[in-house]
């Protein structure tokens, strides 16, 4: 179960990351198509408009007026906003807007035009990395276990108690696992295991004062704790 749900969350993460960099990709290629076309023009910030969220916070988003080539005056709210705003009533600014749609227009800046793909594409990179690194620790592990499987050694480890795994949370709820103690015949040297995940708090079904654990002889970091008499538990 445990690397099932692990398989899980790195596909989600990892198709999340890779939807949000083609959606930045497809926004930045829009970005440049418009900026290949558009025309730049001066304007003047004419008033803010007041924006509320959800929450209740507000923000401001500047209203300009420009002119077209042809005399035409129009008048363009700008789709970011910030608080406080970032320009004055008055100021003057450059925008750039489609000859063939003058109704398509974008301030000539940072925000109006890069803003909203590199959000996505930041996010976008985070959540691929994220993803596909647990995938790729996932494949390892499994990799360390079948190598365990053939060639590892079974050891008695010092069965030492229960722990609430809180490094891990699913659904707002924290695994619990079994600890032991080993200490290596050959270098005296103690190692302490900890098992796979357990959905259930198993205190109350180990009645044995040692486990088994499977171990690389050569590198005791790379382990298994043997929960196989543990009862199966449905969650």
Known sequence: MEGKVVWIAGLVFGLAGVGMLAGGGYMAGRTLKFQATALAAEGVVVDLIEKRDSDGSRTWSPEVEYQTPDGQSRTYVSSTSSNPPSWDRGEKVTLRYDPANPERVRLD??????????????????????????????????RMLAWLEQNGMTVQAQYTGVVLDTSIKVNNRSPWALTAQWQHPTTGDIHTFQSAAIWFDPTDHVKRETLDVL?????????????????????
């Open 109 to 142: 800046g940072f925000m109006d035009n890069w803003f909203g793909p590199t959000i996505l594409g930041g996010l976008g990179t985070v959540f691929s990395l994220v993803g596909f690194g647990i995938i790729v620790a996932a494949v390892r592990k499994r």
């Open 215 to 235: 171990v690389d002889a050569d590198d005791p970091t790379r382990y298994r704790v043997d929960i196989a008499f543990l009862p199966k538990h449905k969650r």
